[in-house]
């Protein structure tokens, strides 16, 4: 591997603190390319970089302070990546096996992705933990990805091997556990790069982060291109001149495909910031856009926010985002007010709202499947918030003073794709009528691996994906109104509503199925996760250790703080079948605290 | 690093927190940072950030998860510091 990225196994302080600028030899890859660009035109990512590495551009990866830390150019990729795949032959691993890689935001997680498709290997990307505290939970969580993908290899850097080590111990299928420094000096097998065929699966995809069950989406090599080729050609319009700039975790569908596949299939070159750096100094992410020029940038509402919160006035001066022609926002709900702020905060910095992209899409669909129209910016309608509720229909306001609620539109599905609404028996329904978002077409996904249960809840008969959210379509368009309420989003993260009962339900004090668990939207657009309990505990004293206990072990598995309240038997509502409603339950709790709901959801089934 | 430098650490920690944290708690070296102090993702940040201009150090996402307690994060700080200097 080249030396400048084996610097980066150093620590971290040593990467910033004692490097005096001189030393960097390197430079980043340049925006305009020296071949033809080939706009995702390509039947395997292996294709594709064999392809891309033939010109100059590249990934480049710069540090919390924003220096340049290391170049990674889609030549020096393939290279590294092949060389990789020969010490991955040594294991005499079955084609197709899996290999985990816990993604940090670094060039040696994108070297061992390739190399496991050079050596006909699945990858899969696991997270980085991000919790205060929180070392148990993301053993336990590591521990259930690697059982449910059953990885026969895993990697880490340096920075993470121990947590994976320690996972890697009870798991059954696991031969070996290393860094990416130790695989490079296991003896090269002579063995031939792979075939891969559109047909084969490309990667797994872990949708959340749960710590029991975690599931692995399936995509194959054609639905990856397939998705790709939408994003690229029909959602941003990719010509010469662009570059990209991303801060999205590598293990998450949207920073992986959006911002690391994508780019490099239309041989784009990107900018990347870590997660956690640009959590702590947003303000760097912009930065990042200004000085390299970038047209593409993702984010997640959340980032958005912490964008026009914590970056303050006098910081401004040296911005210039006049470049950026695409701002795409995804991956949660996204209201009006988050972007209209943003828009306000750095329109004088050259920030045109026309580049707000908002899209949909999920894992389960590979990444995207609808964007909005680009350049258009952040369209929206206002609807009767009465009708909504009542009728489930969308019947937009005509006269002042109705209250209403304001949804964004996500656009039409990419080529190949096909949206519809059902409702709870499985009718399609007109458009402005409310119902489940099914979607068809050639990114979605296989399955959930090695888990046909759930594989057979969410495609249902004609390959239609349940995608769990509710939204309704007006003039072609697909206006999200709710996520499926098994899933809570906090701060872009989502987090299983089952996770939080089971920690629950750990708990002596507590009875299974009898805690519910949904998250509340504040009038600010946050998201309070709450956590009701049947409890018979009448002391005082015990009711308030179990509130505390349990907000301590949310907070140790999310990072996040929740609202526990205690209420007596028999109060939570449950279904015919026996089971609790997590609609009834957030709608009780909304009546006996009495807080107004700022946006309705419209029941969804649990999937 | 002499003994004099880590209660400096834990004298500055213990007085960033007593501000973002809006408790009435004293701050004690004992003090869990997450079900006493109800540290939330953003103040974390905002905590994180602030350690790192104040102590001109970084600290990497991986150390976090062995830290509940202020005295955890004041020993972080100081190892960190111990090490680069």
Not at chain 1, 159 to 166: H, K, T
Not at chain 1, 436 to 456: A, D, I, W
Request: hydrophobic residues 40%.
């Amino acid at each position: 591997m080249s030396s400048t990225i084996t610097k980066l196994n150093a620590p971290l302080t040593q990467a910033f603190d004692s490097q005096p600028s001189s030393d960097l030899q390197i430079s980043i890859t340049p925006t305009i390319n020296v071949q033809t660009q080939r706009l995702a035109d390509f039947d395997t990512l292996i294709e594709a970089l064999e392809y891309a590495a033939k010109g100059t551009t590249g990934y480049n990866f710069h540090d919390a302070r924003g220096k340049l830390r290391s170049v990674l150019p889609y030549r020096l990729l393939r290279q590294n990546a092949r060389l990789l795949a020969k010490r991955l032959s040594g294991f005499s691993l079955a084609r197709g096996s899996r290999v985990a890689i816990i993604a940090d935001t670094s060039p040696e997680f994108i070297e061992l992705f390739f190399a496991c498709r050079y050596a006909g290997l699945v990858p899969f990307a696991m997270p980085v933990p991000v919790n205060l505290g929180s070392h148990a939970m993301y053993v336990q969580q590591l521990r259930a990805m690697l059982n449910s993908g059953q990885a026969s290899i895993a990697l880490a850097n340096l920075d993470y091997v121990n947590f994976l080590e320690e996972a890697a111990r009870e798991t059954e299928n696991i031969k070996w556990v290393g860094t990416p420094d130790q695989l490079s000096k296991l003896p090269a097998v002579d063995a031939k790069p792979q075939i891969n065929h559109p047909d084969e699966t490309a990667y797994l995809q872990f949708t959340s982060g749960s710590t029991r069950a975690p599931r692995g989406v399936v995509i194959t090599e054609r639905a990856l291109m397939s998705n790709i080729q939408g994003i690229v050609c029909n959602g941003l319009e990719i010509q010469p001149g662009d570059r990209a700039a991303s801060w999205l975790p590598f293990y998450h569908d949207m920073g992986l495909v959006g911002l690391v596949l994508a780019p490099m299939v239309a041989q784009l070159s990107v900018d990347y910031l870590a997660t956690r750096d640009f959590a702590i100094r947003p303000l760097q992410w912009l930065r990042l856009i200004s000085r390299n020029r970038c047209t593409i940038a993702f984010s997640q509402p959340f980032g958005l926010k912490l964008c026009t919160m914590r970056v303050r006035e006098s910081d401004l001066k040296d911005l210039d985002l006049s470049c950026w022609r695409a701002a795409g926002i995804g991956a949660e709900m996204i209201r009006p007010d988050t972007l209209k702020s943003f828009a306000e905060k750095f329109a004088s910095v050259g920030f045109n709202d026309r580049a707000f992209l908002p899209c949909y899409g999920l894992a389960e669909t590979t990444l995207a499947v609808t964007f909005s129209k680009i350049n258009h910016g952040l369209k929206s309608i206002r609807v009767d918030a009465k009708t909504l509720v009542d009728k489930k229909m969308a019947v937009r306001v005509q006269a002042d003073g109705r209250k209403f609620n304001e949804f964004v539109n996500c656009g039409q599905p990419l080529p190949g794709h096909t949206v519809k609404i059902v409702n709870e028996t499985g009718k399609e329904l007109p458009g402005m009528m409310v119902g489940s978002v099914l979607v068809h077409g050639s990114s979605v996904m296989s399955g959930y691996f090695n888990n046909p249960e759930e594989t057979s809840k969410a495609l249902k008969p004609g390959n239609w994906l349940d995608t769990g959210d509710i939204g309704f379509l007006f003039e072609g368009d697909l206006y999200i109104t709710g996520r499926r309420t098994d899933v809570i989003i906090v701060n872009g993260r989502n987090i299983r509503a089952q996770d939080i009962e089971e920690i629950a339900e750990q708990q002596p004090e507590v009875r299974s199925r009898e805690a519910s668990a949904f998250g509340i939207n504040d009038a600010d657009g946050t998201t309070k996760i709450v956590l009701v309990i049947e409890s018979r505990l009448s002391a005082t004293t015990e009711r308030q250790t179990l509130i505390s206990r349990l907000q301590k072990m949310v907070y140790m598995a999310f990072g996040v703080n929740c609202l526990v309240e205690l209420v007596p038997p028999h109060t939570l509502p449950r279904t015919s079948s026996g089971k609790l409603s997590r609609f009834a339950a957030r709608q009780g709790f909304i009546q006996r605290t009495n807080i107004t709901d700022p946006l309705p959801a419209v029941e969804s089934r649990d999937r | 690093m002499p003994e004099s430098n880590y209660n400096e650490i834990m004298q500055l920690l213990c007085n960033r927190l007593e501000n973002i944290s809006n408790t009435d708690v004293a701050i004690t070296p004992d003090l869990s940072l997450i079900d006493q102090l109800s540290i939330d993702s953003i103040k974390l940040l905002n905590l994180i950030m602030e350690i790192e201009d104040t102590f001109d150090i970084s600290v990497p996402i991986n150390a976090l998860a062995d830290v509940q307690t202020v005295r955890d994060l004041a020993d972080l700080i100081h190892r960190i510091k111990s090490e680069s200097s």
